[in-house]
């Protein structure tokens, strides 16, 4: 287990040279002293540390690496700073609607017919994301082999920058109330903790409506000793061909600036610098392929050489499902994203937001995409009558635990800049379809509860809400007239992402326990990629404690191969 291998005492001796050796000073965002475009870099480079990705994960790692050696941290976007559609909490949903070239959100639809998107930002994910922030439970750190108190003393250090407490108004709390009505107990309070029961969790919003992501937490790094590239796209690592019986060693990248410029950054002479791969649940198994390590025929059928034969490459592929009911309100409701879940025995969350909604973005979108792919859009499912102007509304919905449906990524060129084709399988497991069902049911009592009572126009129904679901642009999935009389149905119709997707470098078959990429040396993959399942009811905060978690790891193996 890896956490056998965290001798207290060894740890805290690390520890506190590490707390010695943090300088007196720290830059603040927007980082001038150490960012700048990739345009600017010089053609070669070379580091101790190469990061690719500076997401969710590889601020944090990025960050810690930094105290101690020199780190190159490569993100493909630009900025979150002076962006209000990232900044602030009412631009969430422009950000997905924005198609562009340049939007932080990258569209992508898997071959299972949903939306989905992915960063193309520093700070990842957490710069487009929702915000909610809670921790993994008690028994996924003790399944995955993490050592608890490193994990716990992580936690602490991302959330003293990035969370807070949200501000529980009236619609929250109308769900909170039901939730408990119906029976989703106890009521666990404010809490970052995963416990059973209804919660309040975190947030990276403030009381001000301002986000905070992962790429704040660089305000902890050491500015003399990391560089950080934006618009920097990433092409392929680099590797030193296996001779004497050695296995192929990581020893640098090409990347590409926003004028199409090629860049090299090699990793300096040392047994134990690395390549950190950090781009995502998609771009971490793209760019292992593209660098010739995956299923060898499809590597093949790209013109890509193949450097090692990794038919795991890609595969796990899971995104958690979710399902939502928009509840039109005769009073206002607060602008809230997700604030209050109630986390059930049958595993299913259910979670809620609300504000003015303009379902108009979600036309856009789909309109779009339809341009894009050359495809004709069927007008069956829009409904006009809601995408004419917003209305105040709040959403009640559930995410799926695990799940238990798994599916694949393949490249669809070699480009990238190129989504690769994505199926995850939605609700392949028929586990996973009963336990939509279960929240589906849970979510219909919390409607009709008298927590929301003032919430509904009279006479109104879960099921005629449930119905006019049906008539929404959610997905390009096909329609069928069961679903108005089919959980199962309107669960398989409506479903739609919750931008959880995880897989394709798991542990155990793509990477080691050290997260150590099996076949070659010198490379490890720290992200979302690696995960079996999807850590509590959401991921963000385990995503950056990881990135802080394995920063420290790392800085103790240097250690303890220096003194031995």
Not at 374 to 392: C, E, G, K, M
Not at 467 to 495: G, K, W, Y
Not at 535 to 544: E, K, S
Request: proline share 6%; hydrophobic share 40%.
């Amino acid at each position: 287990m890896v956490s056998s291998s965290w001798n207290p005492f060894i740890f805290s001796y690390f520890f506190g040279i590490l707390i010695l050796s943090i300088p007196c000073f720290s830059e603040k965002a927007p980082y001038s002293t150490f960012t700048r475009d990739a345009t600017s870099a010089p053609k070669v480079i070379s580091f101790d540390y190469i990061i690719i990705g500076g997401g969710t994960c590889g601020c944090a790692l990025a960050a810690t690496l930094s105290q101690s050696f020199n780190v190159l941290l490569l993100e493909r976007g630009g900025l979150p700073y002076g962006n209000p559609n990232i900044t602030n909490i009412n631009g969430f949903s422009s950000n997905l609607a924005n198609t562009s070239p340049s939007s932080p959100s990258q569209l992508f639809i898997s071959t299972d017919g949903v939306f989905n998107h992915r960063a193309r930002v520093l700070g990842g994910g957490s710069a487009i994301n929702a915000g909610f922030f809670t921790r993994a439970s008690a028994e996924y750190v003790r399944k995955v082999g993490w050592n608890e108190k490193v994990v716990n003393d992580s936690y602490e250090w991302v959330e003293k920058k990035v969370a807070f407490e949200p501000q529980v108004k009236q619609w929250q709390s109308a769900v909170k109330s039901g939730l408990l009505e119906v029976g989703v107990k106890p009521d666990n309070g404010f809490t970052y903790e995963h416990l059973y029961g209804t919660k309040v969790g975190g947030s990276i919003f403030d009381s001000q409506g301002h986000r905070h992501t992962a790429a704040d937490l660089l305000e902890y790094a050491d500015p003399t000793k990391i560089s950080l590239l934006l618009y920097a796209t990433v092409e392929q690592i680099i590797f030193k061909p296996a001779v004497g019986g050695r296995k192929p060693r990581a020893n640098g990248v090409r990347f590409q600036d926003s004028k199409g410029n090629s860049h090299l950054a090699y990793l300096k002479e040392g047994p134990m610098n690395e390549v950190l791969l950090s781009a995502g649940a998609l771009g971490s198994p793209q760019m292992l392929m593209l660098s010739g390590i995956g299923p060898a025929e499809q590597l093949k059928a790209h013109g890509i050489s193949v450097l090692l034969d990794q038919p795991m490459v890609g595969l796990g592929m899971s995104d958690n499902p979710m399902n939502a009911v928009i509840i039109p309100s005769p009073k206002p409701v607060e602008v809230s994203l997700i604030q209050v879940v109630g986390i059930t025995e049958f595993e299913s969350y259910i979670e809620a937001s609300s504000g003015p909604l303009e379902l108009d973005w979600l036309r856009t979108m789909v309109n779009d995409f339809a341009r894009i792919a050359n495809q004709s859009l069927d007008p069956s499912v829009i409904n006009p009558r809601f995408l004419n102007s917003p209305i105040q509304a709040g959403v009640i919905l559930e995410k799926l635990a695990g799940p238990f449906s798994t599916g694949f990524l393949q490249l669809s060129s070699k480009d990238p800049n190129d989504n690769p084709l994505v199926t995850f399988n939605y609700f392949k497991d028929p586990r996973d379809l009963q336990r939509c069902v279960q929240g589906m049911r849970t979510i219909a009592k919390v409607i009709e509860s008298t927590s929301l009572f003032d919430f509904k126009y009279p006479f109104t129904t879960a099921q005629a809400l449930f119905d006019t679901m049906l008539t929404f642009p959610l997905n390009l999935r096909p329609r069928h007239l069961s679903a108005s009389v089919s959980l199962e149905q309107f669960c398989i119709d409506t479903v739609v992402t919750i931008w959880h997707y995880h897989g394709g470098c798991q542990v155990g078959k793509v990477v080691d326990r050290d997260y150590k990429v099996l076949g070659v040396d010198g490379l490890r993959v720290i992200d979302g990629s690696t995960f079996i399942d999807s850590p509590g009811t959401n991921p963000q905060a385990t995503v950056m404690m990881l990135g802080r978690y394995m920063g420290l790891k790392i800085l103790r193996e240097r250690l303890v191969g220096a003194r031995s």
